[in-house]
C-alpha cells in the first residue's frame, strides 16, 4: 500500500537466490494444486465460485488470503515500527471493518446473488443500467487494487532479489502478471481459493512465529518491547523521529486539522469500504450455505484479528531491533520493516520464506481481483446485457477467460508505469470507491423496499465519480514532493481521502435519486428479495436454517 522505491539495501540483508529458489518452491506447489483442482470445472458455476463446495472454514481461510495483501504484511508493520501507536490504527480500520461486512450485508447477499455483486443489486431493479454501473465499479475497484499490487512487487523485488535498475524490475512485474494469469485461466475460482488458502496460512503462521521469535528476545514481557521500541525511536538521529511518542496517538495524524480530517476521512473509507469490496463479496457464494456465508466471516474475523495483534509485536519489534534510522534508511522506507527484521531474527533462512510468503501474498491477491473483475465482465455486462441473458454457461466461461488476460495486460502495463510511483493512494482510492459506489446501493436494496432503479444509478455513479475526481484533485496526486505528479500542482482538496465527503454524498444521492426517480419497482419482487434475503428461499443450492 505504501510507495514502493529501489532498495539500496538489498545487497545487504540476505541471499537472493535463496529468495528465489523458496519462491520457485511455492509458485511449483501452487501450480500443481491449481492444475488438479481445475479438473473439476465443468461449468460456470465451478469457474466463478468453485461450484460452491468449499466449508465455512475453508472459504474463512482464503478470505483471510484474499483480504491479507503485501500491504498489510510490509505496510502496517512498517507504519507501526515508524510511527506507533497511528500505524496500528490501520489494523483496527480494516479488522473493524469485518463487522460491518458480517452484520449488514455476508449473509443476505449470499442468499440473493448468485456469482457476482450486481446480482443482487439488479435482482429487484432495472437489469441492464444496474448490472452496467455495478459491473464499472467493479472493474475501478479491482483495477486500482491490481494496480497498488502490481507495482508493489516490483519495488518489493527489489529488496528481496537485489534487482535495482527499472528494466530488471518490469521483468518482474510481468513474470507476476504472467503467473496470476495462469492460474486464473487455469484454475478458476476453485484454483484461485486454494492458492489463497497456502497463501494465508504461510503469511500467519510465517507472521506468528517471528511474534514469538520476538516475544523470546524480550523474555515474553510485551512492556519490555514497548519500552525498548520508544527507545530507539528517541535515540534517532532523526529530530522529528527522535520527538515522536511512538505510544500515544498523534506521531502521524496528530498537528494541523487538516491531518486529523485526513484520518478520520481514511478511517471511514477502511471501515465501510471492505463490505463494498468486490472480490471479498464474491466470496461468499463459494460456500453452499448461508450458514457456511456466516462461518466463514466468523473463521475470517479470527485470522484476520490475529495477524493484525501479530502486526503490533512486529511492528514494535522491528523499531526496538532494527530501529527506525535504519528501516528509513533503506530506500523502500517502512515497507522494509518486516524483512529487515526477519533477517535480524532468523537470518538468510528466515528472510528467504518470509520473501517467498510477500510474493505469494501479491500473487494470491492479484489472482483473486482478477478473476472478480473477470467474472463481473463476463456474467454481468457480457450475458446480461450484451447478449440479453442468452449467454450459454461455456460461452462466459470463454468470455471471462478472455477478459482475465487483457486485465492481466493491462495491470502489468500500468504496474510497469507506476513502479517507483506512490501508490498508496491508490488502494485508499479503492477502499473509497467500494464504500461511495457500491456499498449504499447494495444497503438500500437490501433493506430499503421503495429503493428503485434511479437512487442506485445516482448513488452508484455519482459514488464512484465524486470519488476519483476528488481524489485526482488531491494532495495525493500533485502539490508535494511525496505525490505521484511532484512537478504538477492542480490540489484544490485538501485531503488525500475522499471517503468523508464521497460516502455521505452516495447515501444522499441514492435517497434524493429515489425520491426523483418517482415509482417504486415491482413490489412482488422487493417482497421476494426481502424473503430470500432473510430465509435463503430460493437461493443457490439453498438449505433453510
Not at 461450484?51 to 481461510?61: C, E, I, M, Y
Not at 518489493?156 to 510481468?174: H, R
Not at 484520518?263 to 457464494?285: I, K, N, Q, W
Amino acid at each position: 500500500m505504501n510507495t514502493v522505491h529501489t532498495y539500496a539495501a538489498a545487497a545487504t540483508v540476505g541471499n537472493p537466490v535463496a529468495n528465489i529458489a523458496i519462491f520457485g518452491v511455492f509458485v511449483a506447489i501452487t501450480m500443481i494444486v491449481v492444475i488438479r483442482a481445475s479438473r473439476n470445472n465443468a461449468t460456470a458455476a465451478d469457474y466463478f465460485t468453485g461450484g460452491r463446495g468449499f466449508s465455512g472454514p475453508q472459504n474463512g481461510v482464503a478470505i483471510a488470503g484474499d483480504y491479507l495483501s503485501a500491504a498489510s504484511f510490509l505496510g502496517i508493520a512498517g507504519a507501526i515500527a515508524v510511527y506507533g501507536y497511528d500505524g496500528f490504527l490501520y489494523s483496527i480500520g480494516f479488522l473493524v471493518a469485518w463487522l460491518v461486512a458480517l452484520l449488514l450485508v455476508a449473509e443476505m447477499l449470499r442468499n440473493t446473488g448468485k456469482f457476482t455483486m450486481a446480482d443482487v443489486l439488479s435482482f429487484r431493479l432495472k437489469e441492464g443500467p444496474v448490472r452496467t454501473a455495478a459491473a464499472l465499479s467493479t472493474l475501478t475497484v479491482s483495477l486500482f487494487y491490481l494496480l497498488a499490487q502490481m507495482a508493489g512487487a516490483g519495488g518489493l523485488v527489489a529488496l528481496l532479489l537485489d534487482v535495482t535498475d527499472k528494466t530488471g524490475q518490469s521483468i518482474v512485474i510481468a513474470v507476476v502478471g504472467v503467473l496470476m494469469i495462469v492460474y486464473v485461466l487455469v484454475g478458476g475460482m476453485k484454483g484461485t481459493t486454494w492458492v489463497q488458502i497456502i497463501k494465508a496460512v504461510l503469511l500467519i503462521v510465517g507472521a506468528a512465529l517471528m511474534t514469538v521469535m520476538v516475544f523470546a528476545k524480550f523474555g515474553f514481557d510485551f512492556s519490555e518491547i514497548l519500552g525498548s521500541a520508544q527507545k530507539a525511536v528517541s535515540g534517532s538521529a532523526n529530530k522529528a523521529v527522535a520527538a515522536r511518542d511512538v505510544l500515544a496517538p498523534g506521531a502521524q495524524y496528530g498537528g494541523s486539522e487538516t491531518s486529523k480530517l485526513n484520518f478520520l476521512s481514511l478511517g471511514l473509507a477502511l471501515v465501510l469500504g471492505t463490505a463494498g469490496l468486490p472480490h471479498v463479496l464474491m466470496r461468499f457464494y463459494t460456500v453452499p450455505t448461508a450458514k457456511e456465508a456466516r462461518r466463514s466471516v466468523v473463521w475470517a474475523i479470527g485470522l484476520i484479528g490475529a495477524f493484525y495483534l501479530f502486526t503490533l509485536v512486529l511492528g514494535y519489534g522491528a523499531a526496538a531491533i532494527v530501529g527506525p534510522d535504519r528501516i528509513l534508511a533503506a530506500a523502500g522506507g517502512q515497507n522494509s520493516a518486516a524483512p529487515l527484521l526477519a533477517f535480524e531474527l532468523g537470518g538468510v533462512v528466515l528472510l528467504g520464506v518470509i520473501s517467498a510468503v510477500a510474493f505469494a501474498t501479491i500473487l494470491a491477491v492479484v489472482a483473486g481481483l482478477t478473476i472478480t473483475a473477470s467474472a463481473s465482465f463476463a456474467h454481468d455486462i457480457y450475458a446480461n446485457v450484451i447478449k440479453r441473458g442468452k449467454a450459454g454457461e461455456r460461452e462466459q466461461v470463454r468470455v471471462s477467460r478472455i477478459t482475465a488476460v487483457v486485465i492481466g495486460i493491462l495491470a502489468i502495463a500500468l504496474g510497469i508505469l507506476a513502479n517507483g510511483q506512490n501508490v498508496a493512494f491508490l488502494v485508499a482510492l479503492a477502499f473509497a470507491v467500494a464504500a461511495s459506489a457500491n456499498l449504499p446501493t447494495i444497503l438500500y436494496s437490501l433493506f430499503w423496499r421503495r429503493f428503485n432503479t434511479t437512487g442506485a444509478l445516482w448513488s452508484m455513479y455519482g459514488g464512484l465519480i465524486s470519488t476519483i475526481v476528488l481524489i485526482v484533485f488531491s494532495p495525493a496526486v500533485s502539490g508535494s514532493k511525496t505525490a505521484m505528479l511532484p512537478g504538477s500542482d492542480f490540489d484544490w482538496f485538501p485531503l488525500s481521502n475522499p471517503g468523508i465527503v464521497s460516502i455521505p454524498l452516495a447515501f444522499l444521492l441514492g435517497i434524493i435519486g429515489t425520491f426523483v426517480g418517482g415509482k417504486t419497482e415491482d413490489p412482488a419482487k422487493a417482497a421476494e428479495m426481502e424473503v430470500r434475503s432473510l430465509t435463503g428461499v430460493g437461493a443457490e443450492k439453498a438449505v433453510v436454517h
